[in-house]
Protein backbone atom coordinates (compact mmCIF):
# COMPACT_ATOMS: atom_id res chain seq x y z
CA UNK A 1 0.00 0.00 0.00
CA UNK A 2 1.34 3.46 -0.85
CA UNK A 3 1.06 6.42 0.97
CA UNK A 4 1.09 10.05 0.05
CA UNK A 5 3.98 12.06 0.44
CA UNK A 6 3.56 13.96 3.66
CA UNK A 7 0.91 11.58 4.86
CA UNK A 8 1.86 11.14 8.70
CA UNK A 9 2.45 7.82 9.61
CA UNK A 10 1.50 6.43 13.63
CA UNK A 11 4.26 6.65 16.11
CA UNK A 12 6.01 2.93 16.80
CA UNK A 13 9.21 1.69 18.24
CA UNK A 14 11.46 -1.12 16.99
CA UNK A 15 14.22 -2.92 18.48
CA UNK A 16 18.14 -2.23 16.26
CA UNK A 17 21.73 -2.57 16.46
CA UNK A 18 22.34 0.31 18.48
CA UNK A 19 19.17 0.56 20.75
CA UNK A 20 15.72 1.43 19.74
CA UNK A 21 14.11 3.63 17.04
CA UNK A 22 11.34 5.39 17.84
CA UNK A 23 9.75 7.19 14.85
CA UNK A 24 8.65 10.31 16.76
CA UNK A 25 12.17 11.43 17.58
CA UNK A 26 12.41 11.72 13.76
CA UNK A 27 9.70 13.99 13.11
CA UNK A 28 11.04 16.85 10.75
CA UNK A 29 13.13 14.59 9.20
CA UNK A 30 13.15 12.74 5.92
CA UNK A 31 12.31 9.69 7.01
CA UNK A 32 11.80 6.19 4.79
CA UNK A 33 10.18 2.88 6.28
CA UNK A 34 10.97 -0.06 4.90
CA UNK A 35 9.97 -3.61 6.18
CA UNK A 36 11.65 -6.74 5.61
CA UNK A 37 10.17 -9.39 7.22
CA UNK A 38 12.11 -12.46 8.74
CA UNK A 39 15.18 -10.98 6.49
CA UNK A 40 18.17 -11.81 8.91
CA UNK A 41 16.48 -15.61 10.49
CA UNK A 42 18.60 -18.37 9.69
CA UNK A 43 15.61 -20.41 8.69
Known amino acids: MALQPGTK ?3 F ?3 AHSGTV ?3 ELRGK ?3 VG ?3 ASF ?3
Do not use: I, W
Request: negative net charge; charged residues 10%; without cysteine.
Open 41 to 43: TGG
Open 9 to 11: APD
Open 22 to 24: TLS
Open 35 to 37: FHP
Open 30 to 32: TVV
Open 13 to 15: TLE
